[in-house]
């Protein structure tokens, strides 16, 4: 939900500071996709779950980093490849392990909507960092991989460890040390690897970095690039 929030917020403002037509028209698309997945899932934590926990620290951090940043790219890269790579990469786990055949269905269709966010942002960065310097694109570069760093500490959930009475730093090292949840954590960036190898910001300087994360070995998965325009135009309920 607080990520749905966030990608409101920068989807807005890329509709204003995006800087050709068709990134404006895509970017004010997806602020109308976002302002939907915001309503569903806080309804959904409303009526069906019942809590809500405070926005995560390390989400909060790059959320407010990406939307106080006045390069537009910057804002791209953020949301598109590293936030929503990574929603992609969770919404699909859920979309497997969901008991519930509501959430299934309605991550189904926020996947749905994700998966065009990300294709845009991968196409469109290409062409883009083709055109930087090669000082600007280390600037990306070094960028995405702090991002990177930040959303895998995001994925250690204090604010559940708290409201459940937990000692935290316990917790903490509990969910360090499990190897379910390590290769969870790796798992949710096979989006995000070959779509940033894809836009050219996997520069030889940042390598050895995503290498000591473990990362690197998904830099070779398919992308998400590749544009199916008749899956894209499908009508969403085909008639019988
Ligand atoms: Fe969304
Ligand atoms: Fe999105």
């Not at 909507?113 to 960092?129: I, P």
């Not at 570069?141 to 895998?152: D, S, T």
């Not at 998965?221 to 199916?228: F, K, M, P, T």
Request: a negative charge; charged letters at 25%.
């Amino acid at each position: 939900m607080h990520g749905e929030q966030g990608a409101l917020l920068v989807a807005s403002q890329l509709a204003s500071c995006a800087p050709t037509y068709d990134a404006k028209l895509y970017a004010a698309s997806q602020t109308f996709d976002e302002a939907r997945h915001v309503e569903a899932f806080t309804r959904y934590l409303q009526e069906k779950v019942g809590i809500l926990y405070p926005v995560n620290p390390n989400l909060k951090s790059l959320l407010d980093k990406i939307l106080s940043d006045p390069r537009w790219d910057l804002k791209f890269i953020g949301m598109q490849i590293i936030i929503e790579g990574l929603a992609l990469a969770a919404f699909n786990t859920l979309k497997m392990t969901a008991k519930d055949p509501l959430l299934k269905q309605l991550v189904h269709l926020v996947i749905r909507d994700e998966a065009r966010h990300v294709t845009f942002g991968v196409n469109y960065l290409e062409d883009f960092v083709k055109s930087l310097s090669h000082e600007e694109r280390e600037d990306r570069a070094h960028f995405a991989y702090e991002a990177c760093v930040v959303m895998r500490e995001r994925l250690i959930s204090t604010e559940v460890f708290e409201h459940f009475g937990w000692d935290v730093d316990a917790a903490r090292e509990q969910v360090l040390s499990s190897t379910i949840m390590g290769q969870f954590r790796n798992l949710l960036f096979t989006r995000i690897m070959p779509n940033l190898k894809r836009i050219g910001l996997l520069t030889e300087s940042v390598r050895p970095r995503f290498e000591s994360l473990g990362l690197l070995q998904f830099e070779n998965l398919v992308d998400d690039g590749e544009v199916d325009w008749a899956e894209l135009s499908r009508p969403l309920y085909e008639s019988s």
